[in-house]
């Protein structure tokens, strides 16, 4: 019986210890979207620029694919801007309405601040010759 609650002590030890370990899943799962996600389309064999990183000091192996993402954006801004500013304007107008007029906070700032912001009312000093 003793080895049955020594052994018992031991796991509830070991489960303060490390809480985590309880929810950690036992083996490593990727995300359902691994296999599906698309192949990069720059490769080290198609590329026109290759640079070398400083990690690896292989040049031919790596890529450089900074560039394409930026290519992409140059097309895809102009067309998501001109689909996503009209609903967005028209989706945020009434809820940002109320907090840009702020009359809460004009109510209640106001007093305090002409209060700190006001001159001080002192005598002037009584300069001695």
Partial sequence: MFKFAAVCLM???????????????LAYTAPLAAPLAAA??????????????ASSYNAHSIAHSAA?????AAYT??????????VA??????IAAPFA?????AAYAAPFAAAY????????PVLLK
């Fill in 11 to 25: 796991l509830i030890a070991s489960a303060a210890a490390k809480p985590g370990l309880a929810a950690a899943p």
């Fill in 40 to 53: 990069p389309i720059a490769a080290a064999y198609s590329a026109p620029f290759v640079a070398p990183y």
């Fill in 68 to 72: 394409f993402p930026a290519a992409v």
């Fill in 77 to 86: 801004a102009p067309v998501a801007a001109a689909y996503t500013a009209p």
């Fill in 89 to 94: 304007a028209r989706l945020a107008a009434p």
């Fill in 101 to 105: 007029a702020a009359p809460l906070a």
């Fill in 117 to 124: 912001t006001a001159p001080i009312a002192a005598p002037a």
